[in-house]
């Protein structure tokens, strides 16, 4: 569908001579991209254009922003920038009055506008199965779950949203972005289809996850998310602790996952107690500031084979 869309709006537009040479630039215009797992894809989607300077706001080994304050840093670089792009979905929590009164002109581009097949928070972060969609007022985190990037289908949506958007505050650069969203999204759903396929072949699809940042790849690949180990703010309780292994136990989990950013000792002690394995997932939040434009997909494949390590295939 997207791709009958974008071949068809560029037909047209080439055809009544909207879209000027490749080569021309949008002089002097300084965007701004809050998370790195959006920095790297309106990186592939502004790719080539010229007079454009990308930047990472946060730093890229930042991970996720949740209670994130703005630094003096920060409003410098805001100050300076013409257009900020934002994951959305609630992950900058410090926009609003910070960022106008750093730069009350600047554009705020939602990578995640018109997406609606977003899931909220699991209702229970440390005591067991949640079904993607639940919500509890009562955990660390409660409204939509803003990880979409960690998903490929989502990237891929998040990539054209992020051209459609940009080629109207720059229409001179619409069909570079078009031509760069859309191949930038045909290599990501193929991503996706090899990850869904995988998820079938999967022996065991009952996992444990942190804080709920695999829920969109869970929901991807057809897992089961038995437990959610809480990892912002204090550790789970020796009680907490030893009601998820239980029910780890009676679920059946094949494994449980930690991701970078965060300590593995509390995953490492609740697989030893409910004899399972542990493995490190990488979710794409970080990264090093030179990362390659296929970071994504190197990531992700790195996944796959620890899933199909550690779950075992049919």
């Known amino acids: 569908m997207y791709k009958k869309w974008v071949l068809l709006t560029l037909t047209i537009c080439s055809a009544l001579g909207l879209f000027p040479p490749v080569g021309s630039t949008w002089a002097g215009q300084t965007v701004l991209v809050s998370t790195f797992p959006i920095y790297q894809i309106v990186r592939n989607v502004t790719r080539e254009r010229e007079g454009m300077r990308v930047d990472l706001m946060l730093p890229s080994q930042m991970g996720c922003t949740h209670n994130y304050t703005l630094t003096p840093q920060d409003m410098h670089k805001l100050a300076k920038a013409d257009l900020l792009v934002i994951n959305g979905h609630g992950m900058e929590e410090f926009l609003g009055a910070p ?65 459609a958007e940009l080629s109207k505050i720059d229409p001179d650069g619409a069909a570079i972005y078009f031509k760069n969203a859309q191949l930038y999204a045909e290599t990501i759903n193929k991503l996706a289809e090899d990850m869904a396929a995988l998820g079938r072949r999967l022996k065991n699809k009952r996992i444990v996850q942190p804080h709920g940042i695999f829920d969109y790849l869970a929901r991807d690949m057809g897992l089961e998310i038995v437990g959610v180990v809480r990892t912002h703010g204090q550790e789970p309780s020796v009680a907490e602790m030893m009601q998820l292994i239980k029910i780890m136990k009676e679920k059946g989990a094949g494994a449980i996952f930690t991701e970078p950013q965060y300590p593995e000792k509390t995953g ?47």
Do not use: C, W
């Open 99 to 163: 960022v106008k009164k750093a730069n009350p002109e600047i554009r705020v581009l939602d990578s995640s506008t018109g997406i609606q097949e977003v899931l909220q928070y699991p209702g229970d972060q440390v005591h067991g199965h949640t079904e993607p969609g639940r919500h509890d007022e009562g955990h660390e985190h409660h409204g939509v779950n803003p990880h979409l990037f960690v998903s490929p289908r989502m990237t891929a949506r998040i990539a054209l949203n992020i051209a």
């Open 268 to 314: 490492a002690t609740l697989a030893q107690e409910a004899g399972i394995p542990v493995a490190l997932l990488d979710p794409a939040a970080i990264g090093p500031e030179d990362a390659p434009l296929t970071h994504y997909e190197m990531v992700m494949r790195r996944n796959m084979k620890i899933f199909e390590s550690v779950l075992g295939t049919k």
